[in-house]
């Protein structure tokens, strides 16, 4: 077998955003994923299903793998001829210990790239409005470890520090913090001097707290500062109030969990995003195409028959046209078959085949769909409905009562599934989510299936419509459901929630 490969990649300081597009670029394509405790959530629920994944721990304090073995678990893995994903928080080689493993990697003759990742020295002030660097207070920026071993020194010369009237940025520092400000002070630098300690950046959790390098450890301990965070020293900690921008946006400080199908989900992840919120994208449901398609391929040799084509999702859609395609036919056999769909984003997945619906109730739900249909047929129709096994059976029973013959054949399956990286019931039940975004039953009950807590009642629910609100009522969550169902609908559902104008 031949030797494989590692990538060393950057995976940013926390936001998904900042992730770059190298780096996702490099994931999508691993074989092998070895990551640490630094690597932001976001990013996390981006590494794709089926590969190997060893997490290797590394906060600070706490080591799941001592570094040696780390180095060599890459090139155990590389020699099994794998692509080898090095996921690091931050920036690999800003005392991310990058430089120690491409040593061995070096030494072994084992091909490697370095992804470089936007390092939270930079990020995480300017999240917090803070330029590191201003031409009216400084000309330099200087970024140090605040780690030390237990029971050393500092081996920092912090007179030197001072003298170069630069901004100060210090890593992994919170628990030596005092030491770092007395160190500084015995340097020379002046008690007024303003500090500031930056806590989960670029987080729904960032936290800012200005003061002076004589008070900052008390002001820390006064707001609760806990890790991970930064220490900034200089004259620029003054502007952070002044170029606060994150905390304008409506969903700053808010951590929303989406819960839509893999496949369906990054659009309104996106769209929270924009908005400010911090989006943990885990899908609670998959679809698959059902193995026996002998109903479906039935259905498609007499599809001319059928005055009706119904479509209750956008997954029905495609599943049904990647099925025609297979069968031979294109969208030319469905001559004067009219097409309904349920809502907005099933007639959106109908324009990718340049089709446009004959019908589309104004609430978009299996019931008004069934009864906006029922209303036109004269009872003599033949319809066709290619959905999930479990779909809404009202829908049928209101087009049968017209006397109108329906096929309702399955032709994919819906499964639950939970993420293997990320401790969902551990999320919510500390209290880290303040949101959770449904856009159907079946995602409500994915998630339940997933998260298996014991109370769901401090849950706060965002529901798509009345069918996806009665699932998430039935489990005892905070419910509030979305004026139209459609996922802008749902974005201002979840900011009026936010700013306290939703109520139960």
């Not at 020699?79 to 491409?102: A, I, M, S, W, Y």
């Not at 893999?262 to 994208?281: D, F, P, Y």
């Amino acid at each position: 077998m031949s030797v494989g490969k590692v990538w060393l990649v950057g995976a940013g300081p926390g936001d998904i955003g900042l992730f770059t597009l190298k780096g996702m670029e490099v994931l999508n394509r691993a074989d092998v994923v070895v990551y640490d405790s630094l690597v932001g959530q976001g990013v996390l629920s981006k590494i794709p299903q089926g590969i190997k994944l060893i997490n290797v721990g590394k906060r600070a304090s706490h080591h799941t793998m001592p570094q040696e073995e780390i180095n060599q678990v890459l090139v155990e893995e590389a020699k099994k001829g794998f692509r080898v994903v090095r996921l690091k928080g931050g920036d690999p080689f800003l005392f991310g210990r990058g430089g120690e493993e491409l040593e061995l990697l070096k030494e072994e003759g084992i091909p490697y790239e370095v992804v470089p990742g936007v390092t939270s020295p930079l990020a995480v002030p300017a999240y917090n409005g803070i330029p590191v660097t201003h031409r009216d207070f400084c000309s330099s920026l200087h970024i140090i470890t605040g780690h030390k071993r237990a029971g050393e020194e500092y081996d920092i010369d912090f007179e030197a520090l001072v003298r170069t009237k630069g901004t100060l940025v210090f890593l992994m520092g919170v628990t030596a913090l005092e030491d770092i400000m007395q160190g500084l002070l015995k340097g020379g630098i002046f008690p007024d001097m303003p500090a500031a300690i930056l806590e989960k950046g670029t987080t729904a959790g960032q936290k800012r707290v200005v003061a002076t390098v004589s008070t900052l450890k008390e002001e820390a301990a006064r707001h609760g500062i806990g890790t991970p965070a930064i220490i900034v020293v200089g004259k620029v900690c003054t502007l952070g109030e002044k170029f606060a921008w994150y905390e304008s946006l409506p969903l700053s400080g808010w951590k929303v969990l989406v819960t839509r199908p893999r496949n369906l989900i990054s659009k309104t992840a996106a769209k929270l995003r924009e908005q400010g919120a911090e989006v943990l994208e885990l899908p609670a449901i998959r679809t698959e195409p059902l193995e026996d398609k002998s109903l479906i391929r039935e259905a498609l040799e007499q599809l001319h028959t059928y005055q009706w084509l119904v479509f209750t999702s956008p997954t029905g859609a495609e599943v049904f046209f990647e099925e025609m395609g297979s069968f031979g036919k294109d969208i030319r056999a469905l001559g004067s078959v009219k097409i309904a769909v349920i809502g907005e984003g099933t007639r959106k997945k109908l324009s990718d085949y340049r089709l446009i619906p004959d019908l589309m109730p104004e609430v978009y739900d299996g019931d008004s769909l069934g009864a906006a249909l029922a209303e036109i047929l004269d009872g003599t129709e033949k319809i066709l409905i290619p959905r999930a096994e479990k779909g809404n059976e009202n829908l049928v029973k209101l087009l049968l009562e017209t006397g109108a013959r329906v096929d309702d054949i399955p032709t994919y399956r819906t499964l639950y599934e939970s993420s293997s990286l990320i401790d969902e019931k551990k999320e919510l039940e500390s209290g880290n989510i303040d949101c959770v975004v449904f856009t159907s039953a079946s995602t409500v009950r994915g998630f339940v299936e997933g998260t298996g807590c014991d109370d769901y009642s401090g849950i706060r629910a965002a529901c798509i419509g009345k069918q996806t609100r009665a699932a998430a009522d039935a489990y005892g969550m905070q419910t509030f459901m979305a004026e139209k169902a459609t996922i802008d609908s749902l974005i201002s559902l979840v900011m009026e929630m936010k700013a306290g104008e939703k109520t139960e």
